[in-house]
């Protein structure tokens, strides 16, 4: 239980912070490129990018990329859920092939909240593959890159 405790407290105050705000600031552009772009699925640009730069900042607060990348992925992808599993209940909610086979019953409740709990399930496990591409994208980059930077320091000093 003190592990599970430590592990919240650093997403709010430790070094995986830079990746929760990450997260959260790519929500309005999701959330818009979703309403106005996207009408039928659902576009994560914004939040894939927000997982490249949490990868790319985080060895400056010691954190793997990866773990970076999957932390932005599900706190900036908590509106895709729940959008999601609503739309996975209400496709379900009243349809006629699904009242035909078990009738207008509480049978056809439960499994239109069974699809949405399943449908959240899926999306969270695509949420995760988001963050850890992005993640180790943004952390090659940050190798790659800042050991160019200090290459190039060092011969300017010679």
Known sequence: MASLKNQFRDLGHGPLRNAVLLGIVSIPFTIGINWVFVFDGVQVLPLFIACVASGYLSRSQRVNGMQAGIVTGISGGIPILFWQSGVAVSAWWGNPILVDVVGDSWLMNASSAGAGVLTAGILTVV??????????????????????????RETERA
């Open 127 to 152: 949420l995760i593959v988001v963050g850890v591409i992005g993640g180790l994208l943004g952390q090659w980059m940050d190798d790659r890159f800042s050991s160019k930077q200090s290459a190039n």
